[in-house]
């Protein structure tokens, strides 16, 4: 027999679910502000690569270059929802205060695999083919 303080029984699905939305707009309140952020960060690289490297790079100002770097954002932006995924294991193991030095570090190793992945995008694919 299971009593309502268990982790496993109906009860503890019932008062998870009386709680969605109030997790949901927490995770909103802190992820959603972010992401204008990381899309700063990735954005302020691509510009770093293109001043950079300004003559190599003309080639590529196209229509089908801006356009292929706007589907990469959407791909950024829709790799930066995963980090909704993370939150929800973090609520359903009730960290509370702590939840946001875990948010925190998620958030920047995020970024960082971001930027480290549009980096190697642009060094491998770009750059060698721009003439």
């Not at 089908?64 to 932006?77: D, E, F, K, R, Y």
């Not at 939150?87 to 946001?100: I, K, N």
């Amino acid at each position: 027999m299971q009593s309502s303080h268990s982790t496993g029984g109906p009860a503890f699905a019932r008062r998870a679910s009386s709680r969605l939305p109030e997790n949901v707009a927490a995770a909103l309140r802190f992820w959603e502000p972010r992401r204008l952020t990381y899309n700063l960060v990735l954005a302020g690289f691509v510009l770093a690569w293109f001043v950079g490297t300004w003559p190599h790079f003309r080639p590529v100002m196209t229509i089908l270059g801006a356009t292929q770097l706007s589907v990469l954002a959407l791909i950024a932006n829709l790799l930066y929802s995963v980090a909704y995924a993370a939150e929800f294991v973090f609520q359903a193991f009730g960290l509370g205060p702590r939840r946001f030095h875990f948010r925190s570090a998620i958030w920047i190793l995020g970024a960082v695999l971001a930027v480290l992945l549009e980096n190697y995008w642009i060094a491998d694919e770009i750059y060698p083919f721009a003439r």
